[in-house]
């Protein structure tokens, strides 16, 4: 099992930036195995993915925030992140970020963003 740990939530004016981290518990080679994910869930809403990024590095963005989310990992560091520019108050939400490895997957306790003037 991995526990993840975000961070970096808070609250931004519309058109603002923030950087969300995610910090696994895992060992170094546990976590270059994992596929790493963020997704969020706005109140009343489902959970959707934001971004994931693979082992080796590959990408995908959910339409939404293309261009202004940039998801990374630092395996060395254990740590997952997600730039977030040019922010939109329908980007409030509870961020979290998981873990994906052989079919096992781990979530974090996530962390609140909210756009708001």
């Known amino acids: 099992q991995v526990q993840l740990v975000e961070s970096g939530g808070g609250l931004v004016q519309p058109g603002g930036s923030l950087r969300l981290s995610c910090e696994a518990s895992?060992?170094?080679?546990?976590?270059?195995?994992?596929?790493m994910g963020w997704y969020r869930q706005a109140p009343g809403k489902q959970r959707e993915l934001v971004a994931t990024?693979?082992?080796?590095?590959?990408?995908n963005y959910a339409d939404s925030v293309k261009g202004r989310f940039t998801i990374s990992r630092d395996n060395a560091k254990k740590m997952l992140t997600v730039q977030m520019n040019s922010l939109k108050p329908e980007d409030t939400a509870v961020y979290y970020c998981?873990?994906?490895?052989?079919?096992?997957?781990?979530w974090g306790q996530g962390t609140q963003v909210t756009v708001s003037s």
């Open positions: 998981n873990a994906v490895r052989l079919g096992h997957v781990d």
């Open positions: 895992a060992s170094r080679t546990i976590f270059r195995m994992s596929a």
């Open positions: 990024i693979t082992t080796d590095g590959r990408t």
